[in-house]
């Protein structure tokens, strides 16, 4: 991934808005299945690769058959989920696969490290990212490529992440992707 900054869009407006930027590589966070087809066909249109958050498409299950779904019928650049079952599937089909992950408490964590350990992710997204300290702990014990997101509002926020071991920044403040746009 060459984006430090990898915008993500909640809605059809922000959506637009990605379409518009210099970015290449998206995600698309809460939507209808029935909004699928037309998103991806936009995307492909304007020469952008999507990244679908699976746990967050309404009108389908998030589990190893949605995925299979998806993956088939639309051909996504990559999956996220906090679902072992759909990375495993999204790594099937040869989609990149985002674990994502929250940083909660320190039992949250060390079964998040269990079940990264166990699925092998292309790349983890660890919540909330404006923990650079967290970030370093995770990118030291896991060998896997880390996206942060989650409660990062400024350029400073932005900085520290990267600083800290993430590889991009996921976020849907259209300010950042502004200000680190390619």
């Known amino acids: ?24 590589i998206g995600i698309f966070l809460d939507m209808h299945i029935a909004q699928i087809k037309s998103i991806n ?6 020469g952008k690769r999507m990244i679908y958050h699976v746990d ?14 998806i ?12 679902k072992s079952s759909v990375i495993l599937k999204a790594k099937q089909k040869g989609v990149i696969a985002v674990q994502r992950v929250f940083l909660i408490d320190s039992h ?12 092998r992710p292309d790349y983890i997204e660890v919540l909330p990212g404006a923990m650079p300290h967290m970030i370093k702990e995770v990118k030291d014990r896991l060998d ?15 900085e520290n992440a990267l600083q800290a071991g993430a590889q991009a920044i996921t976020t849907s403040k259209r300010e950042l992707w502004d200000h680190f746009g390619i």
Do not use: W
Not at 12 to 22: A, P, T, V, W
């Open 108 to 119: 949250a964590l060390e079964k998040s490290y269990k079940l990264v350990e166990k699925t």
């Open 41 to 46: 066909q936009l995307a492909k249109e304007n």
């Open 71 to 82: 993956c088939q019928e639309y051909k996504p650049f990559g999956i996220i989920s906090t």
């Open 144 to 158: 896997t490529p880390i996206f942060a997101g989650g409660l990062i509002r400024t350029v400073e926020d932005v």
């Open 56 to 69: 967050l498409i309404h009108g389908i299950k998030n589990d190893e058959y949605a995925t299979e779904y």
């Open 1 to 24: 991934m060459n984006q430090k900054i990898l915008p993500a869009s909640a809605n059809i407006k922000e959506f637009e808005q990605f379409l518009k930027s210099s970015y290449e």
